[in-house]
């Protein structure tokens, strides 16, 4: 099983950017699909965007469509989230997750960080 690692949050205002970063050891990066979600405080976890295997299928979230970018280094295990214009709404613990391709369970979960987003 992957383990993974987040890194990249903080507090910033709105209308800034951040990229978060997971990298993975343990496994072979490319047998995974990735994915990102987060959980703000008092709601529960929800997705963000995800991404095969390969890096050229992305899904978003809504709330997030236009403003975030997923992307992938296989070379290097790591995912990547590119946060831009932030809102407040986008404070939360966001998580990485991985799981085999042809699954359907996340199974492998970071710590996560925190991003804070002020007015």
């Known amino acids: 099983q992957v383990q993974l690692v987040e890194s990249g949050g903080g507090l910033v205002q709105a209308g800034d950017s951040l990229r978060l970063s997971c990298t993975a050891s343990g496994g072979t990066f490319s047998n995974y699909d990735m994915a990102w979600f987060r959980q703000a405080p008092g709601k529960e976890r929800e997705f963000v965007v995800r991404i095969n295997w390969s890096g050229d299928s992305t899904y978003y979230a809504d709330s997030v469509k236009g403003r975030f970018t997923i992307s992938r280094d296989n070379a290097k295990n790591t995912l990547y989230l590119q946060m831009n214009s932030l809102k407040p709404e986008d404070t939360a613990v966001y998580y990485c997750?991985?799981?085999?391709?042809?699954?359907?369970?996340?199974?492998?979960w970071g710590q996560g960080t925190q991003v804070t987003v002020s007015l």
């Open positions: 997750t991985a799981r085999l391709r042809g699954l359907v369970r996340y199974n492998s």
